[in-house]
């Protein structure tokens, strides 16, 4: 099992920006990595998601070209800088990881692929 923490969450003006970090502890080897939001009265949705290798990473159309995902396997970390931030990119962001891996070239992941999620870091983006 993964042990994941979630810090950088915070209050900005729209915008600005924000650099999350999400840290790994445990059983962290191979494992690919995603970033999901869920708003007051929504359901969670995908933000962001990278191979553990790096060499594929997927973004919700809402924050492409805002948002970059990263990871480096050295420090078991999965950041995530958001730029640009809008009213609407206001949640607690997740950070997740899975094993699975057989259909991450295939297709973006899902909130299903996910087995073990941090606690969440709120974002709040004012306008």
């Known amino acids: 099992q993964v042990q994941l923490v979630e810090s950088g969450g915070g209050l900005v003006q729209a915008g600005g920006s924000l650099r999350l970090s999400c840290a790994a502890s445990?059983?962290?080897?191979?494992?690919?990595m995603g970033w999901f939001r869920q708003a007051p009265g929504k359901e969670r949705e995908f933000v962001a998601g990278?191979?553990?290798?790096?060499?594929?990473?997927y973004y919700a159309d809402s924050v492409k070209g805002r948002f970059t995902i990263s990871i480096d396997n050295a420090k078991s970390t999965v950041d995530l800088q958001m730029n640009s931030l809008k009213p609407e990119d206001t949640a607690v962001y997740y950070c997740?990881?899975?094993?699975?891996?057989?259909?991450?070239?295939?297709?973006?992941?899902?909130?299903?692929?996910?087995?073990?999620w941090g606690q969440g870091t709120q974002v709040t983006v004012s306008s």
């Open positions: 997740a990881a899975t094993s699975s891996d057989s259909w991450w070239y295939l297709r973006p992941p899902v909130l299903a692929d996910f087995g073990s």
């Open positions: 445990g059983r962290t080897f191979s494992k690919n």
């Open positions: 990278i191979h553990w290798t790096g060499g594929r990473i």
